[in-house]
């Protein structure tokens, strides 16, 4: 995921906080004050104090508290959705299913945090050994923009689940729907469990360098990873991070190709290709790369788009967009800025496109589909695979031996095939390269949550005779 991480004129410095404008009007929100760097020792302190009370609450009651989140989650889903929508342009809809799944998150770690297990080990016949988990301490989760609800829940989920106390600071462009999310959570954990900081990326950067931090667990760009990384490599802390992403779509020439462009769009345009995994980059191999043209270019000039999520944003997307036509790409839609209020970008698809171009090189996460015409559906894949991000791509073939090729050849921890979205419940995987480190969904997020002791009894000498 990427998207600028500084103050811009739509989270911007305002007397006591950040001021928010409604990316679709230009009008403000409001004023979010922001977390003082004078406040987070104390802050870091109420979590540690907090900590081994929680820990040494009953599974199932931290469970109870969790799924009682979820409920409130529930019950204000439009609420925060229509926050969603004036801060970030995500539509309304959206919003809410995006609600959903959150809730649908906290819910599932309910049920699996009781039923996360060590493991008994066979050594000499008078002796126990356990390995057995603990909760890692206190964890620093820094959450999107983009989707604030549903990410935030996996990480916070899995981390009060397993008994760790959580400050969250959510993205500088949803402060609001980020507060709001935190207090109805707040309201059923003991006080000083889960903490909601505010402000830009200052006051990340000290979060994740304090040294009385267990994890840092971030979601965003990929130079905000690095910096945190090159932090947490000094103070020891877990790190987790799913990062940018470049993913790839590779079209052989077997397929439909007005379905194959229908899934194109689904996947550079939905949400205005502001999604981690959104399709970037496009390879379709000749034999069908005329009718895809055709009815790709169809599929955006008919698709109404939401804002994006600040004007500066804006600007970086069409500026990439702006490069590729210059170097050769061709416009078959979009392209261009329009005018009116807020930050609008049309869907936009260029042909003709390389890959030196920097359309082809970096995550643009704006709704451009970006298309590169391929002899060979392995050339399509080699291509894809030649890339400093691994977070996930789609194949789509009616081949089951280019399917299986596919899958094995590309480098990215996720890949899709034949579907641009979906998958089921509970998946996790390593994004590779520039993209992160660790899991950070499904069950396995909550091993990254928690840390191993290996536990050797054997009975003290006087009772030692009747072995």
Known sequence: ??????LTEATRPAPGGIEILDP????????????????????????????????????????????AGAARLRARAEDIAALAESETGRPRAEGVEGVTAGAATLEQYAELGPLHRGRSLQGSYDATDLMVWEPRGVVVALTPWNDPVAVSCGLLGAALITGNT???????????????????????LPAGVLQTLQGDGTVGAALAAHAAVDVVAHVGSTAAGRSIARSTAVTGAHTLLENGGNDALVIDADVDPVWAAEQAALGAFANSGQICVSVERIFVHEAIAQPFHTALAAAAR????????????????????????????????????????????????????????????????????????????????????ADEYGL?????????????????????????????????????????????????????????????????????????ARW
Not at 1 to 6: D, F, L, R, V
Not at 400 to 411: F, T, V
């Open 392 to 464: 996930a791509a789609t194949v789509l073939t009616a081949s089951m031996a280019n399917a299986q090729y596919g899958w094995r050849e590309l480098p990215v921890g996720t890949v899709k095939i034949n579907a641009v979205f979906g998958g089921a419940p509970g998946g996790a995987a390593h994004p590779r390269g520039a993209s992160g480190r660790g899991y950070g969904y499904g069950p396995e997020l909550l091993d990254e949550m928690t840390r191993t002791k290996v536990v050797h009894m054997r009975p003290a000498p006087a009772a030692a």
């Open 24 to 67: 679709a009007t230009g009008t403000s929100v409001g004023t979010v004050p922001m977390t003082g760097l004078a406040e987070l020792d104390e802050l870091v302190a109420a979590a540690r104090r907090a900590q081994p009370g929680w820990a040494r609450t009953p599974a199932g009651e931290r469970a109870a508290a969790v799924r």
């Open 302 to 385: 008919s698709r109404h788009t939401a804002p994006l999520v600040d004007r500066r944003h804006r600007d970086q997307v069409h500026a990439q967009v702006r490069e590729a036509v210059a170097a050769g790409a061709r416009p078959l839609a979009g392209a261009a800025v329009p005018d009116g209020p807020g930050a609008h970008y049309p869907a936009t698809v260029l042909t003709d496109c390389t890959p030196e171009m920097r359309i082809m090189r970096e995550e643009t996460f704006g709704p451009v589909a970006p298309v590169r015409v391929v002899t060979t559906f392995e050339q399509g894949l080699a291509e894809a695979a």
């Open 166 to 188: 959580v400050l969250h600071k959510p993205s500088e462009r949803a402060p609001h729907t980020g507060a709001l999310v935190g207090e109805l959570l707040a309201e059923v």
């Open 1 to 6: 995921m990427s998207g600028p991480s500084t």
